[in-house]
């Protein structure tokens, strides 16, 4: 996600299926698996790491060495299950209090694209309450075409993996269509890479059931659940597609009913608008940096770095990285000191303090594989181009990326199945959480699955910015509202909204 914004939603289309009648489809979602057994073993070298605690800033996390791990085949397709099957990589923390234990808590930490096994290990580290802990197996995975499961790739060179899955922020149309090509060819390379078996088949439904088969595999007649950005749309469909086996469903950071489809991805311009004025407001309190004293000053202080570095890059960074640089790091309120460091270095001539991490092919290629197959994208260029006309004016300060061509235009036309539908059918047991002011999943999102999901669920919403509410965030009010429904199915009477509290 480099040389142009590197967004992981880590920020992130329309889930899989109204699917109705005795389809071929849905009858994977009618019939539960019989059991398979998982054989326990050590965690590959990089599940489970003892820094995993330490991304938000907690202690070395102990419960990491308690990980397990375990291999699982699921069928690539489940039209026809007995096919041609696949591998899913699944994680386990054990509860270390059987007496307690309620069930398993299967978890999702974002992307699509992001790694999943050491999940667990990171929530335990960064403070998932001893008794969540006591009442759960807490389940992670990698989901498939992800990691250590049966991976995908688009066979992306170093200079497309530096790309990044977002385009150049476009200033003219003359931009966008000079953007296509490059979006064309990714596209191209996906469909026709050694993993292009697997294009069809790797949806965010088929991960749902994935899960549903994780959970038949350990023998539970339910599974709870925990996923964050991405995570929460994945929830969603689950859910959707398996209410009868849904316990307590936490969905935290969350996408609307259509997924990471085209219009989340341009709503992500909204949430830098949302969310900058925090950033602003540190900075002007804080006249080191020398970025302006009034968060007016600060904000000019961004469009006047912009215009520089598109004109004479610093240490590679050029305009667009600049913004995506600034746009992840408004995810976690900690980063801000260190975003205002690159600002001032940047504002010398500098290069930056901490130089920005490189993804993976594999993330980026399941990114696309995921984004694009959910959902159908316009497949013109003169749509991006007027919608990167309108979210400039919106949203400048990223909606000239937002809105621009990605690879999805130039997706295979097949489907395997339609789009699931978020609805209000099924049991009252799904808890959202939500902060004020996100950037990767802002409000307005929420609040349209929050809609769609009608009386099956209840929300709360945190004075607070970022991404990620429970259990990274500050909001006890947030934060215990989920522990409560976690470990005794509490959830608030009707939505609920929280308070900001001082900096602890």
Known sequence: MRKTLSLALAATAVAAATIS???????????????????????????????????????????????????????????????????????????????????????????????????????????????????????????????????????????????????????????????????????????????????????????ARDMDRIRAALGEPKASYLGASYGSYLGAVYTTLFPGRSDRIVLDSNLGPGGYDLASFRLLGRGMEDRFPDFAAYAAAHPEYGLGTTPKHVTAKFFELVKRLDAEPVGGVDGTVFRGVTFESLYVEGLLPRLAKDWQALDKGKPLTTPPPQISENFLASHFYVTCGDSRWPGKVRDYQRNAAIDRLKYP????????????????????????????????????????????????????????????????????????????????????????????????????????????
């Open 21 to 207: 009648g005795a389809s071929a489809a849905s009858a994977p979602d009618t019939v539960t698996a019989a059991p398979d057994s998982l054989r326990w073993g050590p965690c590959p070298k990089k599940a489970g790491s003892p820094k995993a605690g330490s991304q938000k800033g907690g202690a070395p996390n102990t419960d990491a060495h308690r990980l397990e791990c375990a291999t699982l085949d699921v069928p690539l397709d489940y039209r026809a299950p007995e096919g041609h099957q696949i591998e899913i990589a699944v994680s386990r923390l054990a509860s270390k209090d059987p007496s307690k234990r309620r069930g398993v808590l299967l978890t999702n930490p974002g992307g699509p694209g992001s790694s999943g096994l050491d999940y667990p290990a990171l929530l335990a580290g960064a403070g998932l309450p001893k008794d969540v802990l006591d009442s759960y197996d807490v389940i992670g995975f990698d989901p498939r075409g992800v990691g250590r499961s049966t991976p995908v790739t688009c066979d992306l060179t170093p200079r497309q993996q530096a790309r990044g899955n977002f385009p150049p922020y476009a200033r003219t149309a003359a931009d966008v269509a000079k953007e296509a090509p490059h979006a064309r060819a990714i596209a191209e390379q996906c469909a026709t890479s050694r993993t292009a078996w697997m294009l069809p088949h790797t949806t965010t439904a088929n991960t």
């Open 397 to 504: 300060m990223l909606g000239g990326s937002t809105g621009s061509i990605k690879p999805c235009a130039y997706w295979p036309d097949s489907r395997v199945e339609p789009p699931v539908r978020i609805g209000d059918r099924g049991p009252s047991n799904v808890l959202m959480v939500q902060n004020e002011r996100d950037p990767g999943t802002p409000l307005v999102s929420a609040m349209k699955l929050r809609r769609a999901f009608g009386d099956r669920a209840t929300m709360v919403t945190a004075d607070q910015a970022g991404h990620g509410v429970y259990p990274f965030g500050r909001n006890t009010c947030a934060n215990n509202s989920v522990t409560a429904f976690l470990t005794n199915g509490q959830r608030p009477a009707e939505d609920l909204a929280c308070a900001a509290e001082p900096n602890k």
